[in-house]
């Protein structure tokens, strides 16, 4: 079945169209009005059948096969790495574009990893497929770009408070249904997260590296953060948790540039750098939180001071929120679409 859309563009796939990100994928090429000429939606054979919504027709989802992409010009996949590497390949050679939001293709050297507002000179290099970062990373430094091209970054520290919904739309419904049993006195026995989510936080639900002692996700954030910065030399550290909240994530960041720099330089910066909100108000004591980054396209950022610990003057202390299934996730997959 075709759905035709009107004006001519691009023939676009979504491949995990059901999943968190899929329907904000499908809600940001809406709202931004995306030049497409077709929307296909593709999961599992679990949804076959299963209809949704965009610019007022229901459009069927399928099940996704190597057939999916003939005719295809853009591919976004956000499906989970194994998907990705299976059906990535079949996309490129159908003849599409792939955006990819897994893990499965971001430090392949050939393949780009982009946020547009930082790098989007390396999507000219493309080869078929480009990835879309990790959440956190996106995240946290969308608002250091300004700064590390000012007074380079040469040591980035970073804490996660990390929402369910990077673990996918089953994690959210594990959040909100122990939430409801622990305050009925019910016993939940968790399926989708390794411990207890409600009332309680975790280290982020990813394999230990046993030579570093780092889970998966904080090796993504450290290598990913040098790639799409193009600075191999950078010193950067994460700590990763899992916290319970349901779709925005926070960091808390500390950095040391290579010259001494003021929270009123770093707050000056902030105003004007793309993609980011200063919410820093130390008079009502508000700051980012993800209630407010829930939904809003850009990342909150405020407590910008200076780090006391840094006698040097060189470091600075700052909080960030953003909305992980937005610019965390589906929204800096459409703008690379949109650069493409
Ligand atoms: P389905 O809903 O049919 O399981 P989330 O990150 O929220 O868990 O969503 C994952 C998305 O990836 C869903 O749309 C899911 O479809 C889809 N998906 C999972 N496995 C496959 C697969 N083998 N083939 C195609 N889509 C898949």
Same mark, same amino acid.
């Given at each position: 079945?075709?759905?035709? @859309?009107?004006? #001519?563009?691009?023939? =676009?796939?979504?491949?995990?169209?059901?999943?968190?990100?899929?329907?904000?994928?499908?809600?940001?090429?809406?709202?931004?009005?995306?030049?497409?000429?077709?929307?296909?939606?593709? %999961?599992?054979?679990? +949804?076959?059948?299963?209809?949704?919504?965009?610019?007022?027709?229901? @459009?069927?989802?399928?099940?996704?096969?190597?057939?999916?992409?003939?005719?295809?010009?853009?591919?976004?996949?956000?499906?989970?790495?194994?998907?990705?590497?299976?059906?990535?390949?079949? %996309?490129?050679?159908?003849?599409?574009?792939?955006?990819?939001?897994? +893990?499965?293709?971001?430090?392949?050297?050939?393949?780009?990893?982009?946020?547009?507002?930082?790098?989007?000179?390396?999507?000219?290099?493309?080869?078929?497929?480009?990835?879309?970062?990790?959440?956190?990373?996106?995240?946290?430094?969308?608002?250091?770009? #300004?700064?590390?091209?000012?007074?380079?970054?040469?040591?980035?520290?970073?804490?996660?408070?990390?929402?369910?919904?990077?673990?996918?739309?089953?994690?959210?419904?594990?959040?909100?249904? +122990?939430?409801?049993?622990?305050?009925?006195?019910?016993?939940?026995?968790?399926?989708?997260?390794?411990? #207890?989510?409600?009332?309680?936080?975790?280290?982020?639900?990813? +394999?230990?590296?046993?030579?570093?002692?780092?889970?998966?996700?904080?090796?993504?954030?450290?290598?990913?953060?040098?790639?799409?910065?193009?600075?191999?030399?950078?010193?950067?550290?994460?700590?990763?948790?899992?916290?319970?909240?349901?779709? %925005?994530?926070?960091?808390?960041?500390?950095?040391?540039?290579?010259?001494?720099?003021?929270?009123?330089? =770093?707050?000056?910066?902030?105003?004007?750098?793309?993609?980011?909100?200063?919410?820093?108000?130390?008079?009502?004591?508000?700051?980012?939180?993800?209630?407010?980054?829930?939904?809003?396209?850009?990342?909150? =950022?405020?407590?910008?001071?200076?780090?006391?610990?840094?006698?040097?003057?060189?470091?600075?202390?700052?909080?960030? %929120?953003?909305?992980?299934?937005?610019?965390?996730?589906?929204?800096?997959?459409?703008?690379?679409?949109?650069? @493409?």
């Amino acid at each position: 079945m075709s759905e035709g @859309l009107g004006p #001519p563009g691009a023939v =676009v796939a979504i491949v995990g169209a059901t999943g968190a990100v899929g329907v904000e994928l499908i809600r940001c090429l809406e709202e931004r009005a995306f030049p497409l000429s077709e929307l296909r939606l593709f %999961a599992s054979a679990r +949804s076959a059948g299963k209809t949704l919504r965009f610019r007022g027709q229901a @459009l069927a989802v399928r099940e996704l096969n190597e057939h999916s992409f003939s005719g295809v010009d853009i591919a976004l996949f956000s499906a989970g790495g194994s998907t990705s590497k299976r059906f990535a390949p079949i %996309a490129v050679r159908a003849g599409a574009t792939v955006v990819d939001n897994s +893990s499965a293709f971001r430090m392949d050297p050939t393949v780009p990893l982009v946020v547009p507002e930082i790098n989007p000179q390396t999507l000219r290099t493309h080869q078929g497929i480009i990835a879309n970062p990790n959440c956190c990373a996106i995240i946290a430094i969308t608002p250091l770009w #300004p700064i590390h091209r000012t007074n380079r970054i040469r040591r980035l520290m970073l804490a996660t408070y990390q929402a369910a919904s990077g673990a996918g739309a089953a994690a959210m419904e594990e959040l909100l249904e +122990s939430t409801r049993a622990y305050l009925d006195g019910r016993a939940y026995q968790h399926k989708v997260l390794p411990h #207890p989510y409600a009332f309680n936080l975790f280290s982020h639900n990813t +394999s230990i590296d046993p030579a570093t002692g780092y889970n998966d996700e904080e090796t993504k954030v450290i290598q990913e953060t040098r790639k799409i910065f193009g600075d191999a030399e950078m010193r950067v550290s994460a700590t990763c948790v899992r916290v319970p909240v349901l779709r %925005a994530h926070s960091v808390a960041i500390t950095f040391e540039c290579e010259r001494p720099i003021t929270a009123a330089q =770093v707050r000056d910066l902030m105003q004007t750098a793309p993609g980011v909100k200063l919410v820093d108000d130390a008079q009502r004591n508000y700051f980012p939180m993800p209630q407010d980054a829930s939904g809003q396209d850009p990342i909150l =950022v405020g407590r910008i001071r200076q780090d006391l610990s840094d006698p040097g003057g060189r470091s600075i202390c700052l909080f960030v %929120a953003g909305d992980q299934l937005l610019k965390g996730a589906a929204l800096n997959a459409v703008q690379i679409a949109e650069s @493409l």
